[in-house]
């Protein structure tokens, strides 16, 4: 040791002595954060699995809801197209070309009008099933919230 150190030590007490008590306190300090840490280990996994599982549930609840959305835009779609067609069926049918010919009838828009009125009944039975597991998934999220 250098004469500064010496001189800053305490008068009574031998400087390995000093220096060995600091070690002592210090290696049990981190004993004591070690054992804080193991404490806290289970808290702090708890807090991830239920933030996870929050997390999982407001997922489901904004998927449901977005499938609602979803299949109601697609829906109004479809009925927008389903009168688009409708419209333009009557001219088909009597449809000519510059010389006067009948003109091929478009048997793709009947198809397509088929179609599309087909999905939209289905649309009437698919909601409220959507509905039903958005109302679901709301519900879990409420109980999970209430525990926690």
Not at 79 to 84: D, R
Not at 120 to 127: A, G, H, L, N
Request: with cysteine.
């Amino acid at each position: 040791m250098d004469s500064d150190a010496l001189e800053h030590a305490p008068a009574n007490k031998p400087v390995a002595k000093t220096v060995a008590q600091l070690r002592v306190k210090a290696e049990k300090m981190i004993e004591d954060a070690d054992e804080a840490r193991l404490e806290a280990e289970p808290q702090i996994q708890r807090a991830e699995n239920l933030q996870r599982k929050l997390a999982s549930l407001n997922k489901a609840v904004d998927d449901a809801e977005d499938a609602i959305g979803v299949g109601d835009e697609r829906n109004a779609s479809f009925l927008v197209n389903i009168v688009e067609i409708e419209s333009s069926l009557p001219a088909s049918f009597s449809a000519r070309n510059g010389y006067g010919e009948v003109v091929r009838f478009p048997l793709d828009h009947v198809g397509t009008l088929i179609a599309l009125r087909a999905a939209c009944e289905e649309w009437k039975r698919v909601r409220p099933i959507l509905v039903a597991k958005a109302t679901r998934a709301a519900a879990d999220l409420k109980t999970f919230e209430k525990q926690i």
